[in-house]
Antibody, heavy 122, light 106 residues
Framework: QVHLVQSGAEVKRPGSSVRVSCKAS????????FSWVRQAPGQGLEWMGG????????NYPPKFQGRVTMTTDESTTTAYMELSSLRSEDTAVYYC???????????????WGQGTLVTVSS | DIQMTQSPSTLSASVGDRVTITCRAS??????LAWYQQKPGKAPKVLIH???SLESGVPSRFSGSGSGTEFTLTITSLQPDDFATYYC?????????FGQGTKVEI
């Protein structure tokens, strides 16, 4: 059973960047892939991008291309999401999620981190 | 990109009711659909994947059906613990679009 623990809440200024980490334990790190999902206050879930097993590379939706970078470090079993050029609309809870990496494409999200609140405010 | 549309946005129900939530895809997604439940202040939890496969540990009062572009999540005999927001999601693609959510309230 995979357990995901995310880094703590952040307060950032507009225009700055934030990096959120997600430490995984349990299971075999190479057997699952990571995505990131965010949820603005009172709003729904929004997929920000994630690793596509068949390519081994992250895919980002157009909305986030150029602003988000997702990486993983197998040596520390940790995933990272960095979002740059922050604006107030980026205030949200950010979740890391995992899914089976043995398929070709994005899997369904069977494990979730606890969420990290990022507040963007001047 | 494939768009996912849920209805209704809000649903008022009582304990013991049968509840049905609909999710429509903008194009065929075969059976590549998951349903999630989210309670306030908590991370979502997967209930169903591949349109109708119940995740381990999920009560059997939850069921999913559909394929192509139209899907449903049914809760038979709604329990107090089921009052939450439900999301559908398309997967097995290069993206993972969610529906906008359906809040089930008393």
């Amino acid at each position: 059973q995979v357990h995901l623990v995310q880094s703590g809440a952040e307060v950032k200024r507009p225009g700055s960047s934030v990096r959120v980490s997600c430490k995984a334990s349990g299971g075999i790190f190479s057997s699952y892939a990571f995505s990131w999902v965010r949820q603005a206050p009172g709003q729904g879930l929004e997929w920000m991008g994630g690793f596509i097993p068949i390519s081994g590379a992250p895919n980002y939706p157009p909305k986030f291309q150029g602003r988000v970078t997702m990486t993983t470090d197998e040596s520390t079993t940790t995933a990272y999401m960095e979002l740059s050029s922050l604006r107030s609309e980026d205030t949200a809870v950010y979740y890391c999620v995992t899914y089976d990496s043995t398929g070709y494409y994005l899997g369904y999200f069977d494990h979730w981190g606890q969420g990290t609140l990022v507040t963007v405010s001047s | 990109d494939i768009q996912m549309t849920q209805s209704p946005s809000t649903l008022s129900a009582s304990v013991g009711d049968r509840v049905t939530i609909t999710c429509r895809a903008s194009q065929s997604i075969s059976s590549w659909l998951a349903w999630y439940q989210q309670k306030p202040g908590k991370a979502p939890k997967v209930l169903i994947h591949k349109a109708s496969s119940l995740e381990s540990g999920v009560p059997s009062r939850f069921s999913g059906s559909g394929s192509g572009t139209e899907f449903t999540l049914t809760i038979t005999s709604l329990q107090p613990d089921d009052f939450a927001t439900y999301y559908c999601q398309h997967y097995n693609d290069y993206s993972g679009t969610f529906g906008q959510g359906t809040k089930v309230e008393i």
